[in-house]
């Protein structure tokens, strides 16, 4: 059973940074690619950012590009997302995903095991 636990997020103000981890466990994600993905009030969920099994190849959503990070850490079987320069767009729970493939993909229909997310929570 692959289980995937964010954790990270709270509530910052504007300009400030997050960094929200996903743990997972049941599986190595060493052969997966990773995805983070979040959805705001009201809103579908979106994709955010992408991370081959290798880590070499990343790709995010336009909106966050030059502010967010995406990395992972295959020996602690966890991936990150490193958040800075927040607005109050960003606000949304955020998801971490497990793809049973090793390419990034910005499809939610790709990625086969998802977290329960974490609220981030920007004020203006």
């Known amino acids: 059973q692959v289980q995937l636990v964010e954790s990270g997020g709270a509530m910052v103000q504007a300009g400030g940074s997050l960094r929200l981890s996903c743990a997972a466990s049941?599986?190595?994600?060493?052969?997966?690619?990773m995805g983070w993905f979040r959805q705001a009030p009201g809103k579908e969920r979106e994709f955010v950012a992408t991370?081959?099994?290798?880590?070499?190849?990343?790709n995010y959503v336009d909106s966050v590009k030059g502010r967010f990070t995406i990395s992972r850490d295959n020996a602690k079987n966890t991936v990150y997302l490193q958040m800075n320069s927040l607005k109050a767009d960003d606000t949304a729970v955020y998801y971490c995903?497990?793809?049973?493939?090793?390419?990034?993909?910005?499809?939610?229909?790709?990625?086969?095991?998802w977290g329960r997310g974490t609220q981030v929570t920007v004020s203006s």
């Open positions: 995903a497990l793809r049973r493939g090793s390419s990034g993909s910005d499809s939610l229909s790709d990625y086969t095991y």
């Open positions: 049941g599986r190595s994600i060493v052969t997966s690619a």
């Open positions: 991370i081959n099994w290798r880590g070499g190849n990343t």
